[in-house]
């Protein structure tokens, strides 16, 4: 494997940060002697964020437990671990945040000492954010099954700083059959631990058209064992679309009860719920400059 990298995209907006499996885009506004420093600072921190969590990655595919947090050493896995803590009622580890969690310490040493206006890293497709006052940011979702990328808008005062996305279609295993999940959250890593369990509940256990693999068939040291994972979802009729989605629905809306996610939106079959203020619309292409993508 090689080792970190960094260097501009094209557009020369945009700064593409690369180690193994972490594949970051970072993008900062404000006064180029802001942001000229800002990325240094991305770019140093980048160095060393996937040894550390090499390190502790036995530990970090357990699963957590509600009343046990765990004392990890480095910054980013003690991220994973917190934001998985408050949904550990059920099977959880913290590599269920990892993207989420990699995208925040990112965003945090690029941020540290600095003004910017705004600024955000897209962790493949899961986000973390950061809005100065009287500012906004526009993310496209994609995997909505409605034949575009559709857009959310996000205020500073809405108090997101988190957007990831979660299905069976993604590049993580999913126990449910989710084309897609995102949620708006106050960390990064609270959207993507959310988004995994919100997306595991869209779910009809048993159904025939339905085909499942052991997590560690497919990749033996996976986090999730024996843990039965979506691996293709037949024709299903619109009553049972509306039954997957309303379990999930369920566990979205308690999730924003208890203050764990501003926001959710999910989709499958061309169908889709809204869990709190959700706001979808077409591209606009002259937005296209200011957006993360989840």
């Known amino acids: 494997m090689n080792g970190p990298q960094a260097h501009w995209l094209p557009d ?26 800002a990325y240094e600072q991305a770019v140093t921190r980048f160095q060393t964020i996937l040894i550390e969590l090499v390190e502790e990655l036995p530990e970090l595919r357990l699963p957590a437990f509600f009343l046990a947090p765990r004392d990890f050493a480095g910054p980013t896995a003690r991220r ?4 998985v803590m408050r949904l550990a009622e059920c099977f959880i580890t913290p590599m269920a945040a990892v993207a989420g969690s990699v995208a925040d310490e990112i965003l945090d040493a690029l941020l540290a000492g600095r003004r910017l206006d705004r600024a955000y890293v897209n962790n493949g497709g ?24 559709d857009r959310v808008t996000i205020r500073a005062e809405d108090g997101v700083r988190g957007i990831a996305t979660s299905g069976w279609r993604g590049r993580s295993f999913s126990l449910g059959v989710a084309d897609a999940v995102t ?3 106050p960390t990064g890593a609270e959207a993507d631990a959310a988004a995994t369990l919100i997306a595991n509940a869209v779910d009809l256990p048993g159904h025939p058209a339905i085909t499942r693999v052991a997590a560690r068939d497919l990749a033996p040291d996976s986090d999730l064992g024996e843990q039965m994972v979506t691996q293709s979802v037949g024709a299903l009729s619109p009553v049972e679309v ?23 939106a999910l989709f499958l079959a061309g169908e889709t719920r809204i869990s709190g203020s959700v706001a979808l619309a077409a591209p606009n292409k002259h937005q296209a400059k200011e957006t993360a993508h989840a």
């Open 126 to 149: 899961d986000c973390a954010l950061h809005l100065g006052k009287g500012q906004s940011m526009t993310s496209a979702i994609a995997g909505t099954g409605h034949g575009m990328a």
């Open 242 to 264: 509306a039954r997957a989605l309303d379990k999930g629905l369920a566990v979205a809306e308690d999730f924003r009860r208890r203050g764990l996610i501003a926001a959710s």
């Open 12 to 37: 020369g907006r945009r700064l593409h940060l690369n180690h193994g499996p972490i594949d970051l885009i970072v993008e900062a506004f404000g006064s180029a002697d802001e942001c000229r420093p």
């Open 80 to 83: 994973m671990e917190a934001a």
């Open 183 to 185: 949620v708006l959250a």
